[in-house]
């Protein structure tokens, strides 16, 4: 059984940053998409980021690219999602999720959606 368990989450001030953490287990992730994404109240849940499963690639979305970071380690099935310069708009529930890529698929367009594995969500809740 797959599981994702994210950590890290909690409240902090605008300009602040945080460190999410996200630990899979159930199987190897070596060939998994490993993405951040996050939902606000009443609004939509959205991609935030995403890294591919060779690790050399990383996807973000335009309202969090050049404040985060999003890193992965293959050999401890962690990924991780550094947040910087934080906004009271980045408020939300953030999930961890999971996905098999096929090896011909590259690029933003492949690990934007899609997921099949998704963690439990950890709050993040941004201070004006």
């Known amino acids: 059984q797959v599981q994702l368990v994210e950590s890290g989450g909690g409240l902090v001030q605008a300009g602040g940053s945080l460190r999410l953490s996200c630990a899979a287990s159930?199987?190897?992730?070596?060939?998994?998409?490993l993405g951040w994404f996050r939902q606000a109240p009443g609004k939509e849940r959205e991609f935030v980021a995403a890294?591919?499963?060779?690790?050399?690639?990383?996807y973000y979305a335009d309202s969090v690219k050049g404040r985060s970071t999003i890193s992965r380690d293959n050999a401890k099935n962690t990924v991780t999602l550094q947040m910087n310069s934080l906004k009271p708009e980045d408020t939300a529930v953030y999930y961890c999720?999971?996905?098999?890529?096929?090896?011909?698929?590259?690029?933003?367009?492949?690990?934007?959606?899609?997921?099949?594995?998704w963690g439990q969500g950890t709050q993040v809740t941004v201070s004006s």
């Open positions: 999720a999971a996905k098999e890529v096929p090896y011909y698929c590259s690029g933003y367009g492949c690990y934007v959606d899609k997921y099949d594995y």
């Open positions: 159930g199987r190897t992730f070596s060939r998994y998409g």
């Open positions: 890294r591919s499963w060779s690790g050399s690639s990383a």
